[in-house]
């Protein structure tokens, strides 16, 4: 039976870092089992990003699209698949970004809701400036700051794995908790 | 400014300007539905850059080989442009 991933505490994006065209990535559960397939088409302008249950890619779980094809506002829907409702959005913050990585997440009526940072900034410093092979962590915060997830990578130059931990009593839609992970896999993951 | 979207069960309604390209929920049935998009101002100057290389090729043409090569050429482009656009 296929776990849902909207309803896990903890699970795994594993992506490939030497990959010619195009990237994919598989989501794991704690068990080791695969949940979550997604595979990106090299040269698309506009970011799109499927994720399906297994590899056959017959299930449709959740979408993530860019809004724009040259995207400086740096903006993302996240829609439910098996809905067929948009659950919200999450936009890059591109000015605290250049020093520290940092996101908003939106309500589906494109309100913010609550914020993906990266945990340390002088790690983060020293990411940009020094090496990049120095893992990535996020902290995903509510709008009164109150701890909702935490996604940290795992120390891997071949491999990017990104740990995503739900806090206890979350209460953030976790559709967009996976939205942001896959997000951060995908384009965080590829700057690495 | 807002933008008009029409769902799939037909409903009309605008959607903010900030949600051009993206998807919003219908009020009415609750489903996602595409905001039509294209309105990026990098996109605008793009656009404009596409068409002044046009022309400028268009222009060309006419000079080194006559009225035939800019119809062809200008056809050629607008072909171009009408392939790329579908890309999106």
């Known amino acids: 039976m296929t776990t849902n991933p909207f309803q896990l505490d903890g699970y795994m994006i594993r992506r490939k870092v030497f990959k010619l065209f195009g990237s994919s990535f598989h989501v794991y559960d704690p068990a080791g089992q695969v949940i979550g397939f997604s595979k990106q088409k090299a040269f698309k302008l506009k970011e799109d990003i499927r994720l399906y249950t297994d590899e056959s890619a017959g299930t449709e ?3 993530v699209q860019a809004r724009q094809i040259v995207d400086f506002s740096a903006a993302y829907d996240i829609l439910d698949a098996q809905a067929g409702t948009k659950a919200g959005g999450a936009k890059r913050k591109g000015f605290k ?3 520290r990585d940092a996101w908003e997440l939106m309500d589906a009526n494109d309100a913010p809701i609550a914020t993906v940072q990266e945990d340390s900034g002088g790690l983060a410093f020293l990411r940009r400036f020094l090496s990049n092979l120095i893992p ?7 709008s009164s700051g109150v701890l909702q997830a935490t996604f940290k990578q795992r120390f891997n130059p071949f491999i990017y794995k990104l740990e995503i931990s739900i806090a206890p009593g979350a209460t953030l839609d976790r559709r967009l908790v996976f939205g942001a992970a896959v997000l951060i896999a995908a384009i965080e993951g590829r700057q690495g | 400014m807002s933008i008009p979207v029409r769902c799939d069960c037909r409903f009309l309604f605008t959607a903010d300007a900030k949600l051009a390209g993206g998807f919003t929920n219908c009020p009415q049935c609750g489903k996602a ?24 090729s268009v222009a060309g ?4 080989w ?8 200008a056809l050629g482009g607008a072909l171009l442009i009408w392939m790329i656009s579908r890309l999106f």
């Open chain 2, 61 to 64: 043409a006419a000079s080194s």
């Open chain 1, 61 to 63: 779980l959740l979408t």
């Open chain 2, 33 to 56: 539905v595409a905001v039509a998009g294209l309105r990026d101002p990098m996109w605008r100057v793009l656009q404009f850059g596409a068409l002044v290389i046009w022309v400028l």
């Open chain 2, 66 to 73: 006559g009225v035939g090569g800019a119809v062809l050429t």
């Open chain 1, 136 to 142: 990535q962590s996020f902290d995903v915060k509510d």
């Open chain 1, 97 to 99: 970004s250049i020093l």
